[in-house]
């Protein structure tokens, strides 16, 4: 059974930092591309980061490019996704996924699996 379960969001101030966590299980996450999307109030749900299968490899939207960090644990089967410099803006449900291809990708529709997301709040 495959399972995605984020941690790690919560409540914070405009300029602080936080890390989101994902645990990942029920499959073989060390050949699996993983991202992070976001999706606030009335949006549509939106890329932040990716990174390909062995961490090599990163790619981030230009918004949070510069601030957030994305990173991955192969033996822990977890992915992390540091943010710092947190603006109001960045206010959303943050979900965990995992591709079907290795290599970095920001297409949402190669992302298979997806965790149920945790909600990160930005407050000026």
């Known amino acids: 059974q495959v399972q995605l379960v984020e941690s790690g969001g919560g409540s914070v101030q405009a300029g602080v930092s936080l890390r989101v966590s994902c645990q990942a299980s029920?499959?073989?996450?060390?050949?699996?591309?993983m991202g992070w999307f976001r999706q606030a109030p009335g949006k549509e749900r939106e890329f932040v980061a990716a990174i390909n299968w062995n961490g090599g490899s990163t790619h981030y939207a230009d918004s949070v490019g510069g601030r957030f960090t994305i990173s991955r644990d192969n033996a822990w089967k977890r992915l992390y996704l540091q943010m710092d410099s947190l603006k109001p803006e960045d206010t959303a449900i943050y979900y965990c996924?995992?591709?079907?291809?290795?290599?970095?990708?920001?297409?949402?529709?190669?992302?298979?699996?997806w965790g149920q997301g945790i909600q990160v709040t930005v407050s000026s």
């Open positions: 996924a995992a591709a079907g291809v290795e290599g970095v990708t920001e297409t949402i529709s190669q992302y298979t699996y």
């Open positions: 029920g499959f073989t996450f060390s050949r699996k591309a």
